[in-house]
C-alpha cells in the first residue's frame, strides 16, 4: 500500500530569493564581506585531489574545536549547519504528539521541526514593548512540554538572557522534566554562553553553527553541545559522514587563526554602531541589542522600501509584521561600515 508522510505533504515552506549573488544581502544574517581572500586561498592550497576523493576525517576537526569551545569531544556533536542538530534533537527529545516551548518570533525552522515530526509547539509571544519577561515563558511551562528552546541572543530580537534568568528557567525546567536547547548561533556577537551548564548535565544542550560571524554559510557546519551521553544519542541520529572535509577544513583553520574572529567582530562592531548612530541621528526607532541584525521603524511603507531596495538598489532586506508596537516594520542584516553605509544611503532616499 503506498503511503505519503501527511507532516511533510502538508508543510508550509518559505523559500528564499532564487539569485542573490549580484545583490547586497542584509536578508539572511550572513556576512556580506566574507573572510579575507589571501586566508581562503592560503586554505585552498591545502585540498588536493585525495582530500576531495576521500571520505572526510573529523577526529582532528573534532580535538580542534572542543579545544576552542573548552569542553571534551565527548560533548560534541558535529552537523551540517546548526539546523541539522536542531532537527535531530527533536527528534531524539520529543516524542510524536509531544510539546515543544519556545518564544515567537524566532528562528522559523523551530516550528517547522515541530510540524514536520508532529509534534505541537506551544509559543510565547513578546509583549508590545518588544520585551520577553521570564515570567511569561514560566507560566507556560508545564508537565506536558517535553522540550524549551532559548535563543541567546534571540533572532530576531536581540534579546538575551542573564545568568539569573536561565538559572531561573532551567530550575523549573528541572522540576517539570523539560529538556532544554538553547541556541547560541549569535554566540560571537554576544559573549556570555550557557555551555557549563551542558557539559555534566544530560538534559541541557548548546547548539552553534559558522554560517554567522564565522562567515561559513555556504559550507553548512554546526554543532551540538551536550553531556556525553547526550551527544552519544545525537551521534546516533547522524548519517555517516554527515559534514564535508571543505568545510571542517576551513572552520578548524579559523580556529587555528585568532585573529581573523577578533577581525570580523571588530569589523561588524564598526558597522553597527555606525548604523545605530545614523539611525537615532535621523529619527528611527529601532531594535535589537544583540546578533547581527537589527528591527527598524521606517517612516513610511516597509514592504514598498523592500521591493524598491530590490529593484532600484540592488540590496535585499525584509519585512516583519506584528512586532509589538512596531507593526510591520524592517529587519536588516548589520555588517561591517561600508555595506551599513550602502544601506542608509539607499534608506536615506526611499523611506519619504
Known sequence: MYYINENARDLL???YHVNRRDFLRLDLNENPGGLPEEFIRNVLSEIDPCFISEYPEMEEFI????????????????VNGSSE???????????????ILGVTPSYAMFEVYSKMYGRNFISVNYTEDLMMPIEN???????????MILVNPNN?????????EFR????????????VLVDEAYHYFYPDTFIKYAVNDD???????????FSLAGLRLGCVIG???SAKVLNNLCTPHNVNAVSMLFARKMMESPEIVHQLIDKHREGRVFLQNWLIEHGYEFRGENGNFIFIRQKTDADRIVERMETEKKILIKSYDGIGKFGKCLRVSTAERKFMEQFVEALEELDK
Do not use: W
Not at 580535538?63 to 569551545?69: E, G, M, Q, R, S
Not at 534533537?89 to 504528539?97: D, K, L, M, N, S
Not at 538534559?203 to 560571524?213: E, Y
Open 13 to 15: 515552506r518559505i523559500g
Open 137 to 147: 515563558i514560566l507560566e507556560k511551562m508545564t508537565p506536558d512540554i517535553q522540550l
Open 85 to 99: 542538530g536542531i532537527r535531530h534533537i527533536i527528534e531524539a527529545f520529543t516524542a510524536p504528539g509531544g510539546k
Open 156 to 164: 530576531p530580537m536581540g534579546n538575551a538572557y542573564t545568568e539569573d
Open 63 to 78: 580535538d580542534t574545536l572542543a579545544d576552542f569551545v573548552g569542553v571534551e569531544p565527548s560533548n560534541l556533536c558535529i
Open 227 to 229: 553531556s556525553p551521553s
Open 168 to 179: 531561573t528557567l532551567l530550575a523549573k525546567a528541572k522540576e517539570m522534566e523539560i529538556t
Open 203 to 213: 538534559h541541557v544542550l548548546i547548539s552553534r553553527t559558522f554560517s554567522k560571524l
